[in-house]
């Protein structure tokens, strides 16, 4: 089994730029998770899904959409970069509820210039 | 929102010792979690303890948890230099996970 997997792993975008990050398990978990992590700041929620074919937004999700249309993928994309999206963003899934381990992707490193 | 917070926010100390970090929160829990991540790396699952549990073990780790204080250790007995990590506390945040800033933890050989 791969876990959860990120593409890409590193990514240079211009401001205004569109782009997306695309997340895959192959655990059959249920539900699916976008966080972004800065210097200092832990990781931050940006938006969450509880099965196929729903989204919710988290802590963090202005300039930021999110599908899931299968089950395995969950795909978190920039219609417009702005500097302040550079970050690492990392995927991860569980089985259930918060009260459930999370398993994590490598992480993308984006750099919005 | 973060509600766990760690506590120290950087250890260094040497091969062979023994590591303690501490997590505080502010509301009532089911369950917490510690979380390693190596530099550039996801963050990987170390341990749950549930709300009813004061004490749990995982190898070299030791969890504690005092509800009474909301407030969580994670121990590291004879620290070795590939424990070299970040390490995170996390709680229930509806339906997710809220994390701490985290404890970076330098073991020098």
């Known amino acids: 089994n791969a876990g959860v997997t990120q593409t890409p792993k590193f990514r240079v975008l211009k401001t205004g730029q569109s782009m997306t990050l695309l997340c895959a398990q192959d655990?059959?978990?249920?539900?699916m998770y976008w966080y972004r992590q800065d210097p200092g700041m832990g990781l931050r929620l940006i938006h969450y899904?509880?099965?196929?074919?729903?989204?919710a937004k988290g802590e963090v999700p202005d300039g930021y959409n999110v599908s899931r249309l299968k089950k395995q993928n969950f795909l978190l994309g920039l219609e417009s970069a702005a500097p302040s999206q550079t970050s690492v963003y990392f995927c991860?899934?569980?089985?259930?509820?918060?009260?459930?381990?999370?398993?994590f992707g490598p992480g993308t490193r984006l750099l919005v210039l | 929102s973060q509600q766990g917070e760690e506590d120290p926010q950087a250890l260094s100390i040497q091969e062979g010792e023994n590591a303690t970090m501490n997590c505080s929160y502010k509301?009532?829990?089911?369950?917490l979690q510690w979380y390693r991540q190596n530099s550039g790396r996801g963050l990987v699952h170390l341990i749950l303890i549930r709300s009813n549990e004061r004490e749990k073990h995982s190898g070299r780790l030791r969890v504690t948890l005092d509800t009474s204080k909301k407030s969580s250790s994670l121990l590291i007995t004879a620290s070795r230099a590939a424990d070299t990590a970040s390490y995170f506390c996390a709680t229930e945040g509806g339906y997710a996970l809220n994390f701490g800033k985290g404890t970076s933890l330098l073991v020098t050989p």
């Open positions: 655990m059959n978990h249920e539900y």
């Open positions: 899904s509880v099965g196929e074919g729903t989204t």
């Open positions: 991860a899934s569980s089985r259930g509820t918060a009260q459930e381990t999370q398993y």
């Open positions: 509301t009532s829990i089911n369950n």
